[in-house]
């Protein structure tokens, strides 16, 4: 074996591992912490034996951080490549976030699809229903078997538990709801649901003074008392200084949001919801199966500790049983497409040349099930071909002049039929129209015109109904609603020579008349079948009713209040009118050359359906790229190539390169967007009024040419315009903080963002022969990046920094440990906390 380890492997993993020892590609799923990263190593030991490479990918690049530490430790040889930091770029293993494995990649499924056919894919993922779907896709764009390997077993059971305690008697009011075996405990979540005395709830906010006090310090000093605070608006080496101390056990508690749970092996003891309710960028919403198990399943530690415990705040109303069962035991959400169309994409497909969009648009997840049935299409093509072939065209001086044309106004006349009679069902529903006993004719699938006495209407636009049937044909399928077929349209009503009572399940559009009559019936009776008489006597009294009106029965004043319905319904009586002149009709073979014609005229349509569904047009999202219309801009995609345009507008190439950088961040910061108050000179207020104009005619452009994107100029947002216009300036970052509100964190990975789209730019502009707009993003990507690269540890005195600290493209982490102050912390909370990692 090319590694070994001091445990004995689960089943999953030595599958795993029998599987990658033959090169094949695996698809992992299992429960978070269940040891997914013992298959990952054993694949870099093999890449490692093989004298070969491996890329190990992650979402976010706090795992990326981490891995790269896991693995330096067990390999050596490991490189890192995030957005701002380069290590080791040459060695056999390197550690990358997705986004840097395929820069223009928004989503995995185009990583997979760009991929070459030769390269291995080892995927790990928690658990998902619809595996066997996503791996049969994959193998079949990789042209490879992809080996589902998943596991239910969990190494460290979890025990959730509700709290509903608060200061004073009910502290200790914590209740279990769902215990080691997965069992929903409806006692306790009745007891943790009774009403509490005397409870007193905290809603005593930090303190002003506190939040005055700079990060680093605040930071600091919850470090030194066992807390670790981590989410977006803490900076980078803040947020791996608490990464680390809580992998080495040197933080008794984390607070933390849900991106470190985001695979990052850090499992707790505990883990505690201070709510199950999120914002997802529209509204709030319950914490989705996956999302709540992503985070509690970091509960419990492998061999230290029986079981996991996951504790719920119910800081308020108690959550009702139907949510917590559905959050705690469902099942996790699919595997769903994300594919989308963008500029980027399409720019770079066409610039490669050896994919076209189609091609990887048919290589989507989202197409997958289409193509499946590609072969099936095929097959029914040349199946309606051979009968087209062997059908034979009448020969009939009547029905050759129109014929066809007579079909195909019967269709449209059914569609127009379907449509207003629907609309006319609704209003007589409002009137009392369409009560028990009302007359009505309908049409199904096999006959047309059936007279027939309504028994229910529902609110679903479904209705019951007692028809003349014929005997022994209608009786094996009562639930008939559907559009009627293609039959010669008359107003002759159905009426057999052998009849039958039958009920008939149909819906509003298949009603033809709503009549002027209702009987008198015991509709209930008739429904549920106890009085066969009363359905009898009901049933002959439409017999008589229908022998008195076998040319048409007499329709109720319905008026349409919706004047369009009621154009269409005009349209209907002109068409329906227009039937009496077809020459067709005269022809003593009608109905014989109807149905001839008919299926002549349904075979052509079929092999046209199955042509289309055969051809690149059916690809949903094939209208996208040829009519750019709905293509997906998204923010971070669309904003390079109306940048081009917005710097040549507004004269880009005459401002200083501070001013260009303030510029560019506008296109890429997605924060609040306040610019009333912005403190900035006169002339780049001027400046920004030019570019708000710029926006809204590139805007009014892209509508003309049905590019429809509402928030086009609103994601142009001068929010943080003055802080990047200090920062190139050269301003001390402690002084950038009095004069925002943004959270450091943001800000740095802000000016990260906006080093990557200065590089676009100047890509492109090199691209195109523009080596002034080249020359002066150069000179803004140097203002910007020249306190980049030390910018996390500004905060530190430079005494206690390392000659390497302000060396370009250094790891935060590895910094870091040349920190001695870093040291001597570790060792104060190691005597502190009396905790040793």
């Known amino acids: 074996m090319a590694m070994t380890w001091e445990f004995t492997l689960d089943p999953f993993q030595q599958k795993a591992v029998m599987h990658l020892e033959k090169k094949e590609s695996v698809f ?15 694949a870099i030991a093999l890449a490692k034996k093989h004298v070969t490479r491996v890329i190990y990918t992650s979402p976010i690049k706090a795992l990326s951080n981490q891995k790269y530490r896991d693995f330096k430790e067990k390999f050596e040889d490991v490189g890192l490549i995030t957005g701002d930091v380069q290590i080791n770029p040459t060695a056999f293993c390197l550690i990358m976030t997705t986004e840097i494995l395929k820069a223009w990649c928004v989503v995995w499924e185009e990583v997979f699809i760009m991929l070459p056919d030769h390269v291995s894919l080892i995927m790990l993922s928690a658990t998902v229903p619809n595996t066997a779907e996503f791996a049969e896709w994959l193998g079949g764009i990789k042209k490879r078997k992809i080996y589902v390997i998943s596991t239910l077993k969990r190494p460290v059971p979890l025990v959730h538990y509700l709290y509903t305690g608060s200061v004073g008697k009910s502290e200790n009011d914590i209740f279990p709801i769902v215990d080691s075996s997965g069992k929903f405990l409806n006692n306790e979540f009745m007891k943790a649901s009774k009403p509490k005395d005397n409870k007193t709830k905290s809603s005593t906010g930090p303190k002003a ?4 006090l ?15 605070v981590h989410h977006s608006g803490i900076l980078p080496i803040l947020k791996e200084v608490v990464e680390m101390l809580f992998q080495r056990s040197l933080l008794k508690v984390l607070f933390a949001t849900e991106t470190f749970a985001m695979g990052v092996n850090m499992p707790a003891r505990t883990v505690v919801f201070d709510s199950i309710r999120k914002h997802d960028g529209v509204n709030f919403r319950d914490l989705r199966p996956s999302e709540y198990i992503q985070m509690a399943g970091r509960a419990g530690r492998r061999g230290k500790d029986k079981i996991g415990t996951v504790i719920i705040l119910c800081k308020a109303d108690i959550p009702d049983s139907l949510s917590l069962q559905n959050m705690m035991l469902g099942k996790p959400t699919k595997l769903e497409s994300q594919f989308k169309l963008t500029y980027s994409m399409i720019l770079n497909l066409l610039k490669i040349k050896t994919l076209r969009v189609e091609d990887v648009i048919r290589r989507s997840f989202g197409e997958s099930s289409n193509q499946k049935q590609q072969k099936v299409y095929k097959v029914m093509l040349d199946e309606a071909r051979e009968k087209l072939a062997s059908l034979t065209k009448i020969d009939c001086s009547l029905c050759n002049v129109d014929l066809a044309s007579y079909i195909v106004t019967l269709k449209e006349a059914r569609i127009l039929k379907s ?11 409002a009137n009392k129209l369409l009560v028990p006993g009302r007359i009505l004719v309908v049409s199904t699938n096999e006959y047309q015109n059936i007279l027939c006495t309504l028994l229910s209407a529902d609110k679903d636009n479904k209705i019951k109904v007692l028809a003349i049937a014929e005997k022994n044909k209608l009786s094996n399928s009562k639930d008939t609603s559907s559009s009627p077929g293609i039959l010669p349209w008359t107003k002759q009503l159905f009426y057999p020579s052998e009849r039958q009572p039958e009920v008939l399940n149909l819906s509003f559009c298949d009603i033809q008349v709503i009549g002027n009559k209702v009987m008198r019936i015991d509709d209930s009776s008739i429904l549920k079948e106890s009085k066969r008489l009363t359905t009898i006597a009901a049933f002959q009294e439409l017999c008589c009713l229908c022998e008195g009106n076998l040319n048409g029965f007499p329709a109720a004043n319905v008026t349409l209040k919706d004047i369009n319905f009621a154009y269409k319904a005009q349209d209907l009586e002109k068409i329906e009118k227009s039937f009496e002149n077809y020459t067709c009709v005269k022809c003593p073979e009608f109905s014989k050359h109807f149905v001839e014609v008919s299926n002549f005229l349904q075979m052509e349509e079929d092999i046209k359906d199955y042509s289309y569904k055969l051809s690149e047009e059916s690809l949903s999202l094939h209208p996208d790229y040829e009519s750019p219309k709905r293509i997906s801009c998204q923010r971070n995609e669309q904003s390079r190539a109306p940048y081009y345009r917005t710097s040549c507008e507004v004269g880009f190439l005459e401002c200083p390169p501070e001013e260009v950088a303030a510029f560019t961040i506008l296109h890429g910061f997605p924060a609040k967007n306040n610019d009333a108050n912005l403190e900035l000179p006169s002339h780049l207020i001027q400046k920004i009024k030019d570019i708000r104009q710029v926006a809204g ?10 590019i429809l994107d509402p928030n086009f100029v609103a994601q142009y947002n001068f929010y943080l315009v003055p802080v990047v216009y200090e920062w190139a300036k050269g301003t001390i970052f402690a002084e950038i903080m009095k004069k925002t509100d943004v959270d450091e964190g943001i800000i740095v990975r802000s000016i990260q963002r906006l080093s990557e789209l200065l590089k676009d730019v100047r890509n492109g502009a090199n691209l195109v022969g523009d080596t002034a707009l080249a020359k002066k993003m150069e000179d803004a990507i140097r203002h910007v990046t020249m306190k980049l690269s030390c910018s996390s540890y500004t905060t530190f005195p430079k005494s206690r920094r390392s000659a390497e600290d302000n060396l370009e493209g250094r790891s935060i982490f590895r910094t870091v440990y040349n920190f001695v102050e870093f040291q001597r912390w570790a060792l104060f909370l190691q005597k502190r906390i009396g905790i040793c990692s």
């Open 28 to 42: 992992v799923a299992a429960h978070t912490s269940a040891g997914k990263t013992v298959v990952a190593e054993y």
């Open 214 to 228: 700079p990060q680093v310090k605040l930071m600091g000093e919850q470090l030194k008392l066992g807390f670790g």
């Open 209 to 212: 003074e506190d939040r005055k």
């Open 419 to 429: 449509e207003v009679m629907e609309k006319k069902c609704s209003q007589a529903v």
């Open 697 to 706: 005619d590139i805007s009014i452009v892209q509508g003309g040419n049905k």
